[in-house]
T-cell receptor, first 110, second 117 residues
Framework: QQPVQSPQAVILREGEDAVINCSSS?????VHWYRQKHGEAPVFLMI?????EQKGHEKISASFNEKKQQSSLYLTASQLSYSGTYFC???????????FGQGTRLTINP | DTEVTQTPKHLVMGMTNKKSLKCEQH?????MYWYKQKAKKPPELMFV???????INESVPSRFSPECPNSSLLNLHLHALQPEDSALYLC????????????????FGDGTRLSIL
């Protein structure tokens, strides 16, 4: 039931782009994305509902392919502040809870 | 600053002790959650309260006892814990509970780092 994230870790230089993928073996109702910096609380980024929508917030956007049960998070022109561990959380159809993937550690170097 | 406040930030206790973790939010949210997070792992759901009633218990051992005195407060009572219970315990809240139709964005506190000796 736990979604699978890839890659497990990414190291970028400031200004480069990154894509983080999240896939599930179950039919999904929604996908949530969170970022957690070391020693801090997870912070909500965005939610995508079934319907194949795409959302964006400044240079961070995401897509949800309902047929493939996959979501991708796109970070464009990365900034130092983007460093942290990104978790996707999935809600399978008929369920009432969020299950997080294993996380993707993103490191942005100057 | 997080809008969900957890106390204490750190807690060290022996296996025979009784202690409580506290969580408070003033955003008018009606759902509150307890998660457990081990190092370099994702948060794992433990309990969900919706409108002050327990709506989800993820088969958590009885040595963990949640309590929701009102819609702003959430406690987690601890008794006879094991060393493997050492972890970061995160509290979260959301506008509504998942039993009201949709799992909503959650606001997390900074957590209580618990160590069992």
């Amino acid at each position: 039931q736990q979604p699978v994230q890839s890659p497990q870790a990414v190291i970028l230089r400031e200004g480069e782009d990154a894509v983080i993928n999240c896939s599930s073996s179950k039919a999904l109702y929604s996908v949530h994305w969170y970022r957690q910096k070391h020693g801090e609380a997870p912070v909500f980024l965005m939610i995508l509902l079934k319907g194949g929508e795409q959302k964006g917030h400044e240079k961070i956007s995401a897509s949800f392919n309902e047929k493939k049960q996959q979501s991708s998070l796109y970070l464009t022109a990365s900034q130092l502040s983007y460093s942290g561990t990104y978790f996707c959380g999935t809600v399978i159809q008929g369920a009432q809870k969020l299950v997080f993937g294993q996380g993707t550690r993103l490191t942005i170097n100057p | 600053d997080t809008e969900v406040t957890q106390t204490p930030k750190h807690l060290v206790m022996g296996m025979t002790n009784k202690k409580s973790l506290k969580c408070e939010q003033h955003m008018g949210h009606r759902a509150m959650y307890w998660y457990k997070q081990k190092a370099k792992k994702p948060p794992e759901l433990m309990f969900v309260y919706s409108y002050e009633k327990l709506s989800i218990n993820e088969s958590v051992p009885s040595r963990f006892s949640p309590e929701c005195p009102n819609s702003s407060l959430l406690n987690l009572h601890l008794h006879a814990l094991q060393p493997e219970d050492s972890a970061l315990y995160l509290c979260a809240s959301s506008q509504d509970g998942p039993d009201r139709g949709q799992v909503q964005p959650q606001h997390f506190g900074d957590g209580t780092r618990l160590s069992i000796l």
